[in-house]
């Protein structure tokens, strides 16, 4: 079966870094495009950082020049150095793997929380 295993999320003070990993199994990893996201209590969930198959990679605008996604296709890994960490950056972050256009070929992992005291 396909499982998405995250790690490093916790408690940061502002200012502060995290590194969040997400392991792939049971899939053919480097024909997905892998992406961060995440979610705050009474907020819809949000793309945050998206790495193609090809390593092309996009950011929402409130985490540019802090957040950086990289992919690990030999240890089908993808990651997520946050940086200049702020509270509103505090939210369950949730690793995604999919092939583009595909219904079928898309999942998530269990979410991990991220939070961050002002």
């Known amino acids: 079966q396909v499982q998405l295993v995250e790690s490093g999320g916790g408690l940061v003070q502002a200012g502060g870094s995290l590194r969040l990993s997400c392991a792939a199994s049971g899939i053919r990893f480097s024909i997905y495009a892998m992406a961060w996201y995440r979610q705050a209590p009474g907020k819809q969930r949000e793309l945050v950082a998206l790495i193609s198959s090809g390593s092309s990679t996009n950011y929402a605008d409130s985490v540019k020049g802090r957040f950086t996604i990289s992919r690990d296709n030999a240890k089908n890994t993808v990651y997520l150095q946050m940086n200049s960490l702020n509270p509103e950056d505090t939210a369950v972050y949730y690793c995604?793997?999919?092939?583009?256009?595909?219904?079928?070929?898309?999942?998530w992992g269990q979410g991990t929380q991220v939070t961050v005291s002002s």
């Open positions: 995604n793997a999919r092939v583009v256009l595909s219904t079928t070929m898309n999942y």
